[in-house]
């Protein structure tokens, strides 16, 4: 997708969770991809799979896409504080997450290993932990250019 054409929704949450809800409730089985994880009611899934990306590819691949510099700064830093892995285990318990470092690996390489979870019934957390391999300057780096990016 062009970046020039990515615009922003204001969304009223309420609905698109009782939309959702409506349209799961009476499905068997579905997988669900989204970044919006607080529009899903705990009740409807059984895992949550939290994909996690080396912060340093997860800038070099959304600065290939020529997404905007501010928006991968404030998405890699998002990465390194694990602000989704938090929202997951804060919506729906730590129970139900499986975390899956997929730096380096292939596609069938993550997918057998969460399927491995899956049916083991076996939680993953806490697997990856950027601020200790991260260099402190490029930490440093990246709160400046947010700080340049509030202002």
Do not use: Q
Not at 65 to 70: I, S
Not at 113 to 125: A, D
């Amino acid at each position: 997708m062009d970046p020039g054409l990515l615009t922003n929704y204001v969304t009223d949450e309420e609905k698109a969770r009782e939309l959702i809800k409506r349209k799961l409730s009476g499905l068997g089985s579905y997988i669900i991809d989204t970044v919006a994880i607080n529009l899903i009611d705990g009740s409807l899934i059984d895992w949550c799979i939290v994909l996690r990306l080396n912060p340093m590819e997860l800038m070099r691949r959304l600065l290939m896409r020529n997404w905007p510099r501010c928006k991968v700064v404030e998405n890699v830093l998002a990465e390194v504080v694990g602000s989704s892995l938090s929202m997951a285990i804060d919506l729906f318990g730590k129970d139900k997450i499986i975390e899956v470092d997929t730096t380096g690996k292939g596609i069938k390489d993550i997918i057998k290993y969460i399927i491995n979870h899956v049916l083991s019934g076996n939680n993953v957390v806490g697997v990856v932990d950027w601020l200790d391999v991260l260099d402190t300057d490029f930490l440093v780096g990246l709160s400046r250019e947010m700080d340049e990016c509030l202002t």
